[in-house]
Nanobody
Framework: QLQLVESGGGLVQPGGSLRLSCAVS????????VGWFRQAPGKEREGVSC????????NYADSVKGRFTISRDNAESTVYLQMDSLKPEDTGTYYC????????????????WGKGTLVTVSP
């Protein structure tokens, strides 16, 4: 069964940076488009960014455009989310997911979820 493990979360001050990693088991990343999602306390989970199987197509939520960058390394079976200029409203648990069928947006049906990594942006 495919497993996804997120890492890289933590506490950071506003304006700081973090890089999240999503390791996909069985070196299976090359077969999947992947998305990053987040859930803030008391809110629904939302799509943050996703990347196509080839890596040539990416998209971002309006709230993170220009600050976050998604990338993938198929050889390492890992997807990254570089987060810069972090804001308190970026606080939440960040999840990665592989898509069952990628239609070009983060609304695509999900196949597998990771368990998440917590990001806290606070002075």
């Amino acid at each position: 069964q495919l497993q996804l493990v997120e890492s890289g979360g933590g506490l950071v001050q506003p304006g700081g940076s973090l890089r999240l990693s999503c390791a996909v088991s069985q070196y299976a990343l090359e077969y999947y488009a992947v998305g990053w999602f987040r859930q803030a306390p008391g809110k629904e989970r939302e799509g943050v960014s996703c990347i196509s199987l080839s890596g040539r197509s990416t998209n971002y939520a309006d709230s993170v455009k220009g600050r976050f960058t998604i990338s993938r390394d198929n050889a390492e079976s890992t997807v990254y989310l570089q987060m810069d200029s972090l804001k308190p409203e970026d606080t939440g648990t960040y999840y990665c997911a592989t898509f069952r069928l990628f239609t070009g947006t983060c609304d695509s049906p999900v196949k597998s979820w990771g368990k998440g990594t917590l990001v806290t942006v606070s002075p």
